[in-house]
């Protein structure tokens, strides 16, 4: 079973800019595709980004153009490049190897305004 676990979260004001990882072990290879998530006070977990293992991309509409996803594979790790933040981004963000169902614990990030 693949483990993530996502780091890089804090908080950060409107305007500026965080990097969170998602670090995998236990698969021998590198993932396929990995997703980012994020989930809100009091609101439904959403779908942020995807990679897949050629580098192809799909973005939610809420962060196109300002949230970038990449990948390293030597590393196995996931990155969530977040610019622009605004105080909706305010979540606890998670990544997601959808093929196993696997979760990381999650990482808060808090914009302030």
């Known amino acids: 079973q693949v483990q993530l676990v996502e780091s890089g979260g804090g908080l950060v004001q409107a305007g500026g800019s965080l990097r969170l990882s998602c670090a995998a072990s236990?698969?021998?290879?590198?993932?396929?595709?990995v997703a980012w998530y994020r989930q809100a006070p009091g609101k439904q977990r959403e779908f942020i980004a995807r990679i897949f293992s050629l580098g192809s991309t799909v973005y939610a509409d809420s962060v196109k153009g300002r949230f970038t996803v990449s990948r390293d594979h030597a590393k196995n790790t996931v990155y969530l490049q977040m610019n622009s933040l605004k105080p909706e981004d305010t979540a606890v963000y998670y990544c997601n190897y959808p093929i196993q169902g696997s979760w990381g614990q999650g990482t808060q990030v808090t914009v302030s305004s």
């Open positions: 236990g698969s021998g290879f590198s993932l396929p595709v």
